[in-house]
C-alpha cells in the first residue's frame, strides 16, 4: 500500500525569483508614473482617487488578486473556458466600433468609458487569444498537418487581428504574431507550413510599404490612415516633400510641410534625448529635465514613453535593472515551458513569454527609435488599467502552470 504524499502548500511552491522581480517592476511603475505626471498641470488640483499614480496602484491590487486567484486554479480549468473568453473579447472588439459605446480618443475608437477608468477590450483580447490559441493546438499533432485545422488556426489570429486595425490600432494588432508563431512552431506545425507563413507575410510588409511610399494618390483605392502613414515616414526618414508637395509648390508650402514634420518627429526625438541624457546614473527620481519642463509629451509620458523617463531619471543603471527584471521574467517563463508536463502547459507558458516579449522589444524600441512609434504599453510600468492587470494575469497564467505541474 502507498502512501500518499502530503500536498505542498501553493505558497511554498510560487516561484520566488518570478515573484521579486513583480513586485520590483510594480514597484518602479509606481514610482516613475508618479514622477511623470507630479509636475503635470493637468493633474496638479486633482483629487486623490483620480490622480495616475493612486489608480496605477488599484490597477496593481485588482490584478494581483486576479493572479492569486488564477494560481489556485489547475491551468487545465482555466483552458476548458477558453472559447467562452475568446468569443466574448471578440463581441467587445465589435461593440467597441459601435459610435456612442466606443470612447473615441486620439482618432481612434479603442476604449470603453467607464468613468473611472478607459477600459481597453483589445488588451483582454491578447489574454483571451492565447487560452483559445493553446486549447486548439493541444490536439493530436497528426491533426495538425490538416490544412483545415491549420486554416482555423490562422482564423484565430485573423479574427482580433482585423477588428484591432479598424478601430484602428496597429501596435495592438501586431502583437497577436508573435505569441502565434511562437505556439504553431511550438505545437509541431509543419516547418514548410511556417516558411510559407513567414514569407507571405514578409511579402505583405514589402507590398504594404512598397503601396504606401510608391503608388501615387489617386492610384490608392485604400490608403492608411494619415497619421499611421507619417510615423512610417518619420521611421524610415522619408522626405514629407516627397509625399506631401505638390508639383508647384510655394515656398510657403515646403516651409508648412517641414513644419509638419518636424511636429511629427519631435516626440520619438524627445524620447531619444531623455534616454541619453541620463547618463549612468540619471538625473534623479523627479529630476529629469525632459519631463519636468514638458519636452515629453504630458499625454503620454506616463504610458508610451514611460522607459524615457526611467532612463533619463535612473540612467543606465536603472535601465539595465528594468531589462533585467523582464528578462528575468521571461527567463522563467522559458523554464516552465520547458518543465510543462503536457502540450496545453507548455503553448500557454510560450505564448505568454512571447507576449510580453513583443510588448516590451517594442515600446524600448519605440523609445529608442528602433521601431516606428505605435503606442503599445510596456507591461507592468506602463500606466493603464487593464494593461496591468491582463499582464498579472498572463504571469499568474504561468504561476499556474508551474504550481500544478509539480503537484501532479
Not at 510596456?378 to 502552470?401: D, F, K, N, R
Request: hydrophobic letters at 50%.
Amino acid at each position: 500500500m502507498m502512501l500518499a504524499l502530503p500536498a505542498i502548500p501553493i505558497r511554498q511552491r510560487l516561484d520566488k525569483g518570478l515573484l521579486l522581480a513583480l513586485l520590483a517592476l510594480m514597484a518602479i511603475g509606481m514610482a516613475f508614473v508618479l514622477s511623470a505626471t507630479r509636475t503635470n498641470d493637468q493633474y496638479a488640483t486633482t483629487e486623490l482617487l483620480r490622480q495616475p499614480y493612486f489608480k496605477q496602484i488599484i490597477f496593481y491590487g485588482v490584478g494581483l488578486v486576479a493572479a492569486a486567484l488564477l494560481c489556485t486554479r489547475d491551468y487545465h480549468q482555466v483552458a476548458r473556458f477558453s472559447f467562452v473568453a475568446y468569443w466574448a473579447s471578440i463581441a467587445m472588439l465589435v461593440f467597441v466600433l459601435v459610435p456612442g459605446l466606443g470612447s473615441m480618443r486620439y482618432g481612434a475608437r479603442r476604449w470603453f468609458d467607464l468613468g473611472f477608468i478607459q477600459f481597453q477590450p483589445s488588451e483582454v483580447a491578447k489574454f483571451a487569444f492565447l487560452l483559445a490559441m493553446a486549447q486548439f493546438l493541444s490536439r493530436p499533432q497528426e491533426e495538425l498537418r490538416q490544412p483545415g485545422v491549420l486554416l482555423k488556426a490562422l482564423g484565430l489570429v485573423a479574427l482580433p487581428f482585423c477588428l484591432i486595425m479598424l478601430e484602428p490600432d496597429l501596435g495592438s494588432a501586431l502583437m497577436f504574431i508573435l505569441p502565434a508563431l511562437a505556439m504553431l512552431y511550438v505545437a509541431g506545425i509543419p516547418a514548410s507550413f511556417l516558411k510559407k507563413l513567414l514569407g507571405g507575410a514578409a511579402c505583405v510588409v514589402a507590398a504594404i510599404l512598397i503601396y504606401v511610399f510608391y503608388v501615387p494618390q489617386s492610384w490608392k483605392p485604400i490608403d492608411l490612415h494619415d497619421y499611421q502613414k507619417r510615423r512610417l515616414m518619420v521611421y524610415f526618414g522619408v522626405d514629407y516633400a516627397t509625399q506631401y508637395a505638390t508639383p508647384n509648390a510655394t515656398p510657403a508650402e515646403i516651409r508648412r510641410i517641414r513644419a509638419m514634420q518636424s511636429r511629427d518627429s519631435y516626440n520619438v526625438a524627445q524620447a531619444m534625448i531623455s534616454v541619453g541624457a541620463g547618463g549612468l546614473t540619471g538625473k534623479g527620481w523627479s529630476q529629469g529635465i525632459q519631463n519636468s519642463q514638458g519636452y515629453l509629451p504630458r499625454g503620454v509620458a506616463h504610458n508610451d514613453f514611460i522607459f524615457s523617463v526611467i532612463a533619463e531619471e535612473s540612467g543606465f543603471l536603472g535601465s539595465a535593472l528594468v531589462i533585467g527584471l523582464y528578462t528575468t521574467i521571461l527567463l522563467i517563463g522559458i523554464r516552465v515551458a520547458g518543465q510543462a508536463r503536457d502540450r496545453l502547459g507548455r503553448l500557454l507558458a510560450v505564448g505568454v513569454v512571447a507576449l510580453l516579449f513583443g510588448h516590451v522589444f517594442v515600446n524600448i524600441g519605440m523609445n529608442i527609435r528602433l521601431v516606428p512609434v505605435t503606442g503599445v504599453p510596456l507591461p507592468l510600468l506602463s500606466y493603464g488599467g487593464t494593461s496591468v492587470v491582463c499582464s498579472l494575469l498572463a504571469i499568474g497564467l504561468l504561476q499556474s502552470i508551474q504550481i500544478h505541474q509539480r503537484s501532479n
